[in-house]
């Protein structure tokens, strides 16, 4: 079987999209690779394709594509799709119960499944390791690759064990995966890797989307904003045609303050971000890809798995943290090639939340260390009292400061302590982590993330084009 007939057995398409057979024959053939690929342009295929083709190679042991992933929501989402195409695959992540993750523990040491999605933590279960010493890994692939350098919220320790993980697995073809990485990341994922530069083909495809208008517009205050939204809204939304939009919001409340006002206007929209319930989130989307409601104010948490093809606009209400999460969000515009608009509202006062949003994320070593002697010496308090007692004791009674989530977020990741809702049972496993000590560390971090917001406004304040600018921050080669 060729790639091209593998694409159209399983997927329909009649054929591939920009470099992806290039892509895929190159792994398929052994090789290492550097996918980076807007979000929804088929990066996926570029290892599920060779995971289907037959091997050239006779083994002992029945082969496997093992895909790491981050996102468990994600990753239920593409083995389903997978499945609804008659494609064995599976996933062994917490969300299972323990007898169906040994059933399936059992299935795959028997031979079955030609991909398996993990997150890169399962390495550190024993039985994990027994069951996959009982296949051969003909390809790896590492999805959301930034995480091993986006040294933040998506950042994953295990994903610095990669060298580690590639020899346990016997060295395999490796292709690695994101959206978005500057120079500097793409060096970090291949370091991290075990690789060097000349053992990986790096195929970048840029934003070579030129059915895309990217625009800025000063605003000075809400009214102007609303205006803007209703002005774009009307020139892609006319009540006859097909078509949807998105406009992304920075903070819930405005988020929601802005639904009042379009509602005011009788406009027909839906809300969608992190504070509503999982069932609520799913069936707001699923009315968005059908095209039951055309219009959705959102905050970044919307966006995972939205490949929708005829997105006609993309309008930033707020100013995005950074150059990475805007070059995301605007990706899912236009896929079907028709002109399509990205629209991104600047108000300087916005900085302001954005700086705050960074603080946040970047507790000091003293924070953390204060986070961790807590628990470690209150938990009877904690378990009764939760995370409002400790924000009580570290920030000063500010509603607002979410540096205590993101302490426990970073302490789950390295294991410290185990995933709690509520803290009504959380427990100390180990010693706070050297990097989570490290003032000059976190220190260096900080000042990256104030660097990427930096970056974004410099292409608010280009007045070059804006696409070349993007090349340049992302060190794309024209």
Known sequence: MTPVSVLKKYFGYESFRG????????????GHALVIMPTGMGKSLCFQIP????????????VITLVLSPLIALMKDQVDALQARGIPATFINSSLRRHER?????????????????????????????????????????????????WGHDFRPDYT???????????????????TATIEVQDDIIRQLGLCREDVEVFHE???????????????????????????????????????????????????????????????????????????????QEDFMTGDRRLVLATNAFGMGVDKEDIRFVVHADVPGSMESYYQEIGRAGRDGEPSECVLLYDQRDLNTQMEFIRWSNPDADFYVRV????KNDQELIHAFGIEWLRERLCDRQRHDRRVETALAMMQRYGVIEDEIDLSAVAVNGPLP??????????????????????????????????DFIHDYFGVHR
């Open 161 to 179: 064990r990669l060298e580690e993980l590639r020899e346990i697995l016997g060295d395999p073809p490796t292709i690695a995966l994101t959206a």
């Open 206 to 284: 840029g934003i070579n989307r030129p059915n895309l208008e990217l625009l800025v517009k000063d605003v000075w205050d809400a009214e102007e904003k609303e205006q803007q939204i209703i002005e774009t809204m009307d020139r892609w939304l006319p009540t006859a045609s097909t078509g949807s939009g998105i406009v992304y919001f920075t903070l819930i409340r405005t988020l929601e303050e802005f639904s009042e006002r379009l509602a005011q206007r009788r406009v027909d929209h839906v809300c969608y971000h992190g504070d509503l319930e999982r069932r609520m989130r799913k069936r707001i």
């Open 372 to 375: 961790y002697n807590h628990l």
């Open 51 to 62: 995971a289907l083709m037959p091997s050239d190679e006779m083994k002992s042991l029945p």
């Open 19 to 30: 470099p992806q057979e290039e892509i895929i024959e190159h792994v398929h053939a052994g």
């Open 102 to 150: 040994e059933s399936r523990y059992t299935s795959i040491a028997e031979g079955q499944f030609d991909l398996l999605y993990v997150t890169p933590e399962r390495f550190r279960k024993p039985e994990f390791l027994d069951v996959i010493g009982r296949r051969n890994v003909r390809l790896l692939a590492v999805d959301e690759a930034h995480c091993i350098s986006e």
């Open 434 to 467: 050297q990097p989570l000590r490290d003032e000059d560390l976190l220190e260096a971090k900080l000042i990256r993330d104030q660097k990427k917001l930096y970056g974004l406004v410099q292409y608010v304040q280009t007045e070059g084009n804006r696409v």
